[in-house]
Structures are given as C-alpha cells and as structure tokens.
C-alpha cells in the first residue's frame, strides 16, 4: 500500500520558519509528482507547490521566494521548508502524489497524507 506521513506542523510566530516532512512508502511509479496542498478553515485545498521525478519544481505565488520543496530520494522523504511565515499561511498542509505531471488540481491526486497543521501567529 502507498503511504504518505507528514510530519513537522505546528505554532510558529509571524516571520518565523518551519519544515514539513513527508514521508513516503510502497510508491513505485518512475515518472510523478509529489505536492504540497493546504487548506484552511472554510477555505478549498489549494496547491502550493510541488517536485516531480526530474526535480522540476513548481510554486503557487502565493509562497514562491518563501516556500522551498525538495525530496531526498535515499530516505523517501518530500520536505516543505516555509520562511517568513504570514499568518495567512495557517492551514492544514498535505502531501499528495500523482503519477505524471504536476498539477495544481487537488482532485488528480490518488494518495494523500493525513495533514499536519500549521498554525501563524
């Protein structure tokens, strides 16, 4: 079974920094995407950016010179480094995989992580 398991939320102030983990298992695709999503109450999951397999990365504008995503392919593992945090970036972030391109449309994602909240103040 594929399993993604984030890892890395939690409360941070206004202009602080955090790094999401993602920890993925049982995935064998050669050619896909790995992305970040959030979503925040009352609000859709939106895309934030993601790498795929040639480590081509994307960013929504949104968080684009803020928000770095990379993957260490040894450990399996997508990170999410966030600087200069808004309170706007309060969300509950997911990683999610795709086979294929990266797309920005939560709905072409089959696997899922169970979130991990990130809270700004």
């Known amino acids: 079974d594929v399993q993604l398991v984030e890892s890395g939320g939690g409360s941070v102030q206004t202009g602080g920094s955090l790094t999401l983990s993602c920890a993925l298992s049982?995935?064998?695709?050669?050619?896909?995407?790995m992305g970040w999503f959030r979503q925040a109450p009352g609000k859709e999951r939106e895309g934030i950016g993601g790498i795929d397999s040639y480590g081509r990365t994307t960013y929504a504008d949104s968080v684009k010179g803020r928000f770095t995503v990379s993957r260490d392919n040894d450990k399996n593992t997508l990170y999410l480094q966030m600087n200069s945090l808004k309170p706007e970036d309060t969300a509950m972030y997911y990683c999610?995989?795709?086979?294929?391109?990266?797309?920005?449309?939560?709905?072409?994602?089959?696997?899922w992580g169970q979130g991990t909240q990130v809270t700004v103040s």
């Open positions: 999610a995989a795709r086979d294929g391109n990266c797309n920005w449309l939560a709905g072409k994602y089959g696997y």
């Open positions: 049982g995935y064998t695709s050669k050619t896909y995407c």
